[in-house]
């Protein structure tokens, strides 16, 4: 009886460690990670070459390239899901669709792995989130995104340090396999990670042009040198930083549109990593046609594209405005009120 209960809860016990729930990490069970760093959005990449850890089984089965591991089971699925659909996004905004070439658009080179700690009910004050640049077993490198979970988890930092994980992953694609390559700081510039969260968020609305007529219309828009000089922009206060992240979005925006953009775009983060004391002027100019032609006028050219991009393109949405008054022109019959002859009437015969 007694080896029968044994079997029973081995069996038992190797079912759960299959569903990875019995090998989850429980809270006050085991160390800590040490979370430290900036606070808020800002990730500590200070150290953005770390220790080595254990690399993957080269026999296991191909993994995704974002994979979140510790906390609770249902926790977990939902950090994947949401990192899921961002990552989507990420890559077709970098990665567009082009029927002439044979591109798969979902391979990448770096894995982003998600290890999260604690719970959403715990009380926790300090820094929360820490993406890191880490070297595995062999030539492998990962980035990683410490997150500790807590009652005020915030929602848009979360997804800040995703991005800026993405964007890392994207920079280190070129030197994939050479560590030696990796400098020792390397950092996504903030213009970059705070721009293209903004411009993702004004894309879903479906109404892009709508942000971009308003950043005009304001007259804060700041300089390209002011955007990209801007380091930390979370030490920014309210006002200054929404005007960051609107020139920064609206930067973003007039890059991606240029022809070929997104390839640009994509040689253009490579490019960090592979000449990381160049200026930034100096990165975009070489990976950007329409940069490379102005030896002057910058400003004159900055301001032509928003302007461009202020003007309502035929794929977007109507505002609940303007669609009732589009449909209110259609279905309106006017009449002028005024007698007209009619052709012939009252004419005579002779």
């Known amino acids: 009886m007694g080896k029968t209960i044994h079997w029973g ?9 299959s569903l990875g729930i019995l090998g989850a990490q429980i809270p006050g069970t085991a160390e800590e990670p040490s979370v430290t760093g900036a606070t808020g959005t800002r990730a500590g990449e200070e150290q953005s070459r770390s220790r080595v850890v254990g690399g993957a089984d080269s026999d296991a089965a191909p993994r995704e390239q974002i994979v979140v591991t510790g906390g609770d089971p249902r926790v977990r699925v939902r950090f994947r899901n949401y990192a899921t659909v961002l990552r989507d996004e990420f890559r077709a905004t970098l990665y567009k669709f082009r029927p002439e070439l044979k591109m798969d658009r979902d391979s990448w080179k770096i894995p982003v792995d998600i290890e999260l700690w604690g719970e959403m009910i715990d009380v926790y004050r300090g820094d929360n989130l ?13 980035v990683a995104l410490y997150t500790r979970l807590h009652d005020e988890f915030d929602e848009r930092a979360m997804r800040i340090e995703l991005l800026r994980a ?18 020792d700081s390397l950092e996504v510039p903030s213009w970059v990670v705070q721009g293209l969260d903004q411009f ?7 109404r892009p042009s709508a942000f971009f007529a308003g ?14 000089e801007q380091e930390n922009s979370e030490s920014l206060d309210p006002v ?11 930067m973003i925006a007039a890059l991606l549109d240029q022809e070929d953009g997104d390839i640009a775009f994509r040689e253009f983060l490579g490019g ?8 930034m002027l100096a990165h975009l100019r070489q990976h950007f046609p329409s940069f490379r032609e102005l030896d002057s006028g910058l400003e004159k050219w900055w301001a032509l594209q928003v302007a461009t991009l202020a003007e309502q393109q035929s794929f977007e949405y109507l505002s609940w405005e303007e669609t009732d008054s589009r449909i209110t022109e259609a ?20």
């Open 240 to 250: 200054s930083f929404a005007i960051f992240r609107s020139s920064a979005g609206a």
């Open 200 to 206: 993702l968020e004004h894309r879903r609305s479906g």
């Open 130 to 142: 820490r993406t890191k640049v880490e070297i595995l077993t062999g030539a492998d490198i990962r």
């Open 331 to 350: 279905l309106v019959i006017e009449f002028d009120g005024t007698e007209k002859a009619i052709p012939g009437e009252g004419s005579k015969n002779l």
């Open 166 to 183: 993405l964007l890392l992953a994207e920079i280190l694609d070129p030197v994939a396999g050479r560590v030696e390559l990796i400098p």
């Open 215 to 228: 950043v005009l219309r304001s007259g804060l828009l700041l300089e390209p040198e002011e955007i990209f």
């Open 272 to 279: 960090l990593v592979q000449n990381p004391d160049a200026e």
């Open 9 to 17: 809860l081995t069996c038992v016990a190797s079912w759960l460690l």
